[in-house]
T-cell receptor, first 114, second 114 residues
Framework: AQSVTQLGSHVSVSEGALVLLRCNYS??????LFWYVQYPNQGLQLLLK??????LVKGINGFEAEFKKSETSFHLTKPSAHMSDAAEYFC????????????FGTGTRLLVSP | ETGVTQSPTHLIKTRGQQVTLRCSSQ?????VSWYQQALGQGPQFIFQ???????GRGNFPPRFSGLQFPNYSSELNVNALELDDSALYLC?????????????FGSGTQLSVL
C-alpha cells in the first residue's frame, strides 16, 4: 500500500522568497510521485511527476522536486515565490507507471504575502 | 482549461436521497476516474472506468456506483445519502495505453447533504 504525508497544512512566504513544500512517502513498491496544484473553485492541475527517469524533476511554473529514496521524500521547491503561486498543493503517489489510482496527501496551503 | 466538464457545479440534497453527478471527458480519452475531496482533505479515489468497465475501486461502499458511456462520458451515483457524503466530487479523464498518461481534472461538483 502507498501513502504520502505532507508536513504543514499551511506555509507562508513572502513574494520572492524560496518555496519549500514537504512530502514524505511510504510505498511497498518503487513509487511514482506527483505534485498537483488546486486553485480556488478549480480542479487539480499536474505540476510535475517522478517516474524513475531522473531524481530531479522540473515542472511547470518554475517548480521542481527531488526524489530522495534514502529520506523517502519528494519535496517541492521554487526559488522565488510569486503572488500567483498562492494555492493548495497536493502530493500524490501511485504504485505503477500509468496507474491513475492516486493516493493523495492532505494538502498544503501556500500563502504568499507582498 | 482541461476540457473536462462536470455538472452540476453545486448541489444540495437531504439525507437519504439519491444523487447523480455527470462528467464529460476530454475528447479522445478512454478512462475516467472519480475522487471525493472532503473539506480540508486530499482527494480520495472512488473508482475508475476504462472502456465502460469498472477498473478499480477505492474504499467506498456499494451505494457509490458509476457508469461510463460509449462516448466516454460518465456518471457517479450515490444512493441513501449520508451527511458525510458532503464533499467536492472530482472527475478526471485520461488516455490509457499511451506512454505519457496524465489525469485531467474537472472543476468538480460541490455536494452538500443536509
Amino acid at each position: 500500500a502507498q501513502s504520502v504525508t505532507q508536513l504543514g497544512s499551511h506555509v507562508s512566504v513572502s513574494e520572492g522568497a524560496l518555496v519549500l513544500l514537504r512530502c514524505n512517502y511510504s510505498s511497498s513498491v518503487p513509487p511514482y510521485l506527483f505534485w498537483y496544484v488546486q486553485y480556488p473553485n478549480q480542479g487539480l492541475q499536474l505540476l510535475l511527476k517522478y517516474t524513475s527517469a531522473a531524481t530531479l524533476v522540473k515542472g511547470i511554473n518554475g517548480f521542481e522536486a527531488e526524489f530522495k529514496k534514502s529520506e523517502t521524500s519528494f519535496h517541492l521547491t521554487k526559488p522565488s515565490a510569486h503572488m500567483s503561486d498562492a494555492a493548495e498543493y497536493f502530493c500524490a503517489v501511485s504504485g505503477s507507471r500509468g496507474d491513475q489510482k492516486l493516493v493523495f496527501g492532505t494538502g498544503t496551503r501556500l500563502l504568499v504575502s507582498p | 482549461e482541461t476540457g473536462v466538464t462536470q455538472s452540476p457545479t453545486h448541489l444540495i440534497k437531504t439525507r437519504g436521497q439519491q444523487v447523480t453527478l455527470r462528467c464529460s471527458s476530454q475528447s479522445g480519452h478512454n478512462t475516467v476516474s472519480w475522487y471525493q475531496q472532503a473539506l480540508g482533505q486530499g482527494p480520495q479515489f472512488i473508482f475508475q472506468y476504462y472502456r465502460e468497465e469498472e477498473n478499480g475501486r477505492g474504499n467506498f461502499p456499494p451505494r457509490f456506483s458509476g457508469l461510463q458511456f460509449p462516448n466516454y462520458s460518465s456518471e457517479l451515483n450515490v444512493n441513501a445519502l449520508e451527511l458525510d457524503d458532503s464533499a467536492l466530487y472530482l472527475c478526471a479523464s485520461s488516455l490509457t495505453g499511451t506512454t505519457n498518461e496524465k489525469l485531467f481534472f474537472g472543476s468538480g461538483t460541490q455536494l452538500s447533504v443536509l
